[in-house]
């Protein structure tokens, strides 16, 4: 059987100004690629060999989100996953380095699409110039500041306590409690 974790935390992307649009676009993606507990996005898959476990922390407009999922065996590893985003987000300049180049090779190209660039128009013209929701543009890479993203990731993910997780799927309470207390 399978479990799943979703959890939500006050605050999101509606808390930051606009010097931090590029940071809280990127978020997702590079809080995603950043070392955890002092471990690599590389050596993370060789330390979770075998497990069916993981887990990822997102920013949204007004929330904050965890999520998970891991094999009924692995949900240890998937709980020890969530706690590192709580407690132990590290850089891995390489991975972010990587990230960026493919941003890069990306975003040269992405108004070759007409059907991209109708869209950019159409969501200009509904949510009138808005920039909160404006495209994610290769000028913008120049403004991302991966210790700026890590800062806002630990300040938003400082405290569990205001948080409310949901476990769905095939687990016993009585075996979950006392991993979800720890």
């Given amino acids: 059987g399978q479990v799943g974790l979703s959890a939500i935390g006050p605050g999101g992307k509606s808390l930051y100004g606009e010097k931090d649009f590029a940071n809280l676009a990127a978020f997702d993606d590079i809080v995603g690629s950043s070392a955890l507990g002092g471990f690599t996005g590389m050596q993370l898959p060789k330390i979770l060999a075998g497990k069916t476990a993981n887990a990822h922390l997102s920013i949204g407009d007004k929330y904050m989100g965890v999520g998970g999922s891991a094999a009924k065996q692995d949900v240890e590893t998937m709980l020890q996953l969530v706690y590192l985003y709580f407690t132990n987000i590290g850089k891995d300049e390489k991975a972010v380095a990587n990230l960026m180049d493919g941003w890069r090779t990306s975003l040269k190209n992405r108004n070759l699409s007409h059907e991209t660039i109708y869209s ?16 994610f543009l290769e000028e913008h890479l120049k403004d991302i500041d991966y210790d700026r993203v890590l800062q806002i990731a630990r300040e938003r993910a400082a405290n569990a306590s205001a948080w409310t997780f949901t476990f769905v799927g095939d687990y016993d309470e009585s075996t979950i409690r006392p991993l979800v207390c720890r």
């Fill in 120 to 135: 950019d128009s159409l969501s200009a013209t509904l949510y009138g110039h808005n920039p909160r929701l404006r495209p």
